[in-house]
């Protein structure tokens, strides 16, 4: 059962922006769990972008800090992601994440999460 539905990846220049969104389901409460965005590029692990907590605390990965925002709106039951400044090095799938039940996130590690997206493509050209 698909919980979590990503959506708005495509192509930008290099400096572009984005934002991608993830669509939670009803029965799914967005806000008062864990949720995240993770990435994956062609041949390379999996990587932890940004967190939110049910409290609002943000955590981001050092190599988008300044250029990456990761916010929630409560009311549509949706997380999003914004990215600025975007560069070739950000190419990847984009997935967004959600736990269980957990409110607080353990920093970026991925075995807290028990929902995934199917992702959507971000590519950047130089």
């Known amino acids: 059962q698909v919980r979590l539905a990503e959506s708005g990846g495509g192509s930008v220049q290099t400096g572009g922006s984005l934002t991608i969104s993830c669509a939670a389901v009803?029965?799914?409460?967005?806000?008062?769990?864990?949720m995240a965005w993770y990435r994956q590029a062609p041949g390379k692990e999996r990587e932890g972008v940004a967190s939110?907590?049910?409290?609002?605390?943000?955590v981001y990965r050092e190599t988008v800090k300044g250029r990456f925002t990761i916010s929630r709106d409560n009311a549509k039951n949706t997380l999003y992601l914004q990215m600025r400044s975007l560069s070739p090095n950000d190419s990847a799938i984009y997935y967004c994440?959600?736990?269980?039940?957990?409110?607080?996130?353990?920093?970026?590690?991925?075995?807290?999460?028990?929902?995934w997206g199917q992702g959507t493509q971000v590519t950047v050209s130089s």
């Open positions: 994440a959600g736990t269980r039940y957990r409110r607080d996130c353990v920093s970026l590690e991925s075995a807290q999460y028990a929902y």
């Open positions: 009803p029965e799914y409460s967005a806000s008062g769990r864990c």
């Open positions: 939110i907590n049910a409290y609002g605390t943000k």
